[in-house]
């Protein structure tokens, strides 16, 4: 199946540093890269994904860069505030089973004031 | 408001008694799935299904029973729950596939916290 390694599994940075994110994936055909954003005591909500045909997709302070040649992609945030403090979970559908999805192990960003 | 509904919030049960998690959508969508959340681990796929009558596992099946009778539901079954099934548990819900494959936003119930004693 799909082998997602999330890192780091914990950030802490202060109010308006960047936080990095990256996800590294195993052999996988499917073109598609979410990013998810579960804040405490919540759901998962999407916040940003990504087709392979394309490198980069922003979204305000918000970005997901793909490498599919070294087989990672990345969440950047820029210009960090404490409401961005959350788990933040990629994931990456399985090969041949389409309707598998493999998640990250997590990585718990928290923003100081 | 468009939603995926799971009954109840939190559950507390003890060994060997037969529950049934409930998750409900209204979106019209094709895919819904169940996942577990255990710290340190992400969330885990348990069973998913692509359509109606359609179920396959995911990467921790074992111990739980799913149904897809009605396009709106997924039942989570577990008939004889066990202490290490403890976890907080999420149904989602997705249009689907596109081309290539998976390639749609999941969207979430707001979860079940299951405790078995």
């Known amino acids: 199946g799909e082998n997602v390694e999330q890192h780091p599994s914990t950030l802490s940075v202060q109010e308006g540093d960047s936080a990095v994110i990256k996800c590294t994936y195993s052999d996988s055909a499917s073109n598609y890269f979410p990013w998810y954003k579960q804040e405490l005591g919540k759901r998962p909500q999407l916040i940003i994904d990504?087709?392979?045909?394309?490198g980069e997709k922003k979204d305000q302070r918000i970005a997901v860069t793909l490498n599919k040649t070294a087989k990672h992609f990345s969440l950047h945030i820029t210009e960090t505030q404490p409401e961005d403090s959350a788990v933040y979970f990629c994931?990456?559908?399985?090969?041949?089973?389409?309707?598998?999805?493999?998640f990250g192990q997590g990585t718990i960003l928290t923003v100081h004031p | 408001e468009a939603q995926v509904t799971q009954n109840p919030r939190y559950l507390i049960t003890v060994t060997g008694k037969k529950l049934t998690v409930t998750c409900s959508q209204n979106?019209?969508?094709?895919?819904m799935s169940w996942y577990r959340q255990d710290p340190g681990l992400g969330l885990r796929q348990i069973y998913y299904s692509m359509n109606v009558e359609v179920t396959d596992k995911g990467d921790v099946p074992e111990g739980y029973k799913v149904s897809r009778k009605e396009k709106r539901n997924f039942p989570l079954i577990l008939e004889s729950p066990s202490p290490n099934q403890t976890s907080l548990y999420f149904c989602a819900s997705s249009p689907g596939q596109g081309v290539g494959g998976f390639n749609s936003p999941l969207h979430f119930g707001n979860g079940t916290r299951l405790t078995v004693t």
């Open positions: 990504i087709r392979s045909n394309v």
């Open positions: 979106m019209n969508h094709e895919y």
């Open positions: 994931a990456r559908p399985g090969d041949g089973s389409y309707g598998k999805l493999t």
